[in-house]
T-cell receptor, first 113, second 116 residues
Framework: GESVGLHLPTLSVQEGDNSIINCAYS??????FIWYKQESGKGPQFIID?????DKRQGQRVTVLLNKTVKHLSLQIAATQPGDSAVYFC????????????FGRGTQLTVWP | KAGVTQTPRYLIKTRGQQVTLSCSPI?????VSWYQQTPGQGLQFLFE???????NKGNFPGRFSGRQFSNSRSEMNVSTLELGDSALYLC???????????????FGPGTRLTVL
């Protein structure tokens, strides 16, 4: 079964606020994690990734935090915009299974003006 | 670079028929993975091909099959369609090299299959 899960199925924020989307994983062998954004009618779009030898990685307006001790991953979006409204998935890859990602259920982020 | 392309974008079939979906990876990518996305089950891994060989397989029945060509393009086939096969089928490509620091998968727009 899937080893990656999400704490909250929906998240509503006001435009300009920061958003935090959480993800839990259970497989200690997971060594690579990716966040994807999926808009309605489209395929998942790569946002940011992180290797297990890192705790934090920053991109443009996004930061991913990895806590291996509690097997927790989070995506922080700064100054959330209406265009950020989408479903966000975390995915993990276990080094022994190249080409296979395990996905969480997804969090629906809605940004209100 | 062009992204991952999938054809057709939409398909309507009836139970018992078979269907073939196509995926063209990003230029230079040798790994193609297929996923099924449904509201109830989320994103589930079907299989992955690398250099024309199936390298990984998910827990789907044998009605689901695939192949990869020498140019890395991939097809998946579903035979004897069932109502439950209605889903968005996504393919993703990556470099797929063992030992790579990051093997990011990039997704196509998907093929929406409806089985009546």
């Amino acid at each position: 079964g899937e080893s990656v899960g999400l704490h909250l199925p929906t998240l509503s924020v006001q435009e300009g606020d920061n958003s935090i989307i959480n993800c839990a994983y259970s497989n200690s062998a997971s060594d690579y994690f990716i966040w994807y954004k999926q808009e309605s009618g489209k395929g998942p779009q790569f946002i940011i990734d992180i290797r297990s030898n890192m705790d934090k990685r920053q991109g443009q307006r996004v930061t991913v935090l990895l806590n291996k001790t509690v097997k927790h991953l989070s995506l922080q979006i700064a100054a959330t915009q209406p265009g950020d409204s989408a479903v966000y998935f975390c995915a993990e890859n276990q080094g022994s299974t190249l080409g296979r990602l395990y996905f969480g259920r997804g969090t629906q982020l809605t940004v209100w003006p | 670079k062009a992204g991952v392309t999938q054809t057709p974008r939409y398909l309507i079939k009836t139970r018992g028929q078979q269907v073939t979906l196509s995926c063209s990876p990003i230029s230079g990518h040798r790994s193609v993975s297929w996923y099924q996305q449904t509201p109830g089950q989320g994103l589930q891994f079907l299989f992955e091909y690398f250099s024309e060989t199936q390298r990984n397989k998910g827990n789907f029945p044998g009605r689901f099959s695939g192949r990869q060509f020498s140019n890395s393009r991939s097809e998946m086939n579903v035979s004897t369609l069932e109502l439950g096969d209605s889903a968005l089928y996504l393919c993703a490509s990556s470099a797929g090299l063992a030992g790579a620091i990051r093997d990011t998968q990039y997704f196509g727009p998907g093929t929406r299959l409806t089985v009546l």
